[in-house]
């Protein structure tokens, strides 16, 4: 995945999280609840493309990994489908 692929999909998952959190949520009893799975994302977002500003791609990377774990059907709070969550990964030839 290039750089710019990788800012592409973090940006559409911070994207997705305002519009289904666009206000801020607390923490209950230590849980990620649905609100705070999608703060947390909008959160993690900007430091994971400033991660790639400063060469680190390698861990915007698993940032952009664990992202898409909180949005999985395995998740508490499902958004996407597996094959979804492959789809905004891969490039346009990939996916041909």
Not at 23 to 39: I, M
Not at 48 to 61: P, R, T
Request: proline share 4%; charged share 30%; glycine share 6%.
């Amino acid at each position: 995945m290039t750089n710019e692929k990788l800012r592409e999909a973090l940006a559409f998952y911070y994207d997705f999280a305002c519009k289904k959190a666009p206000g801020t949520s607390k923490e209950v009893s230590g849980t990620l609840q649905s609100g705070d799975a999608f703060d947390k994302v909008k959160e993690m977002v900007p430091k994971a493309i400033k991660f790639i500003d400063e060469g680190h791609a390698d861990k915007a990377h698993r940032w952009l990994g664990f992202i898409q774990g909180i949005l999985s059907p395995w998740s508490k709070t499902p958004a996407f489908t597996l094959d979804e969550l492959r789809a905004h990964s891969r490039s346009a030839e990939e996916k041909a």
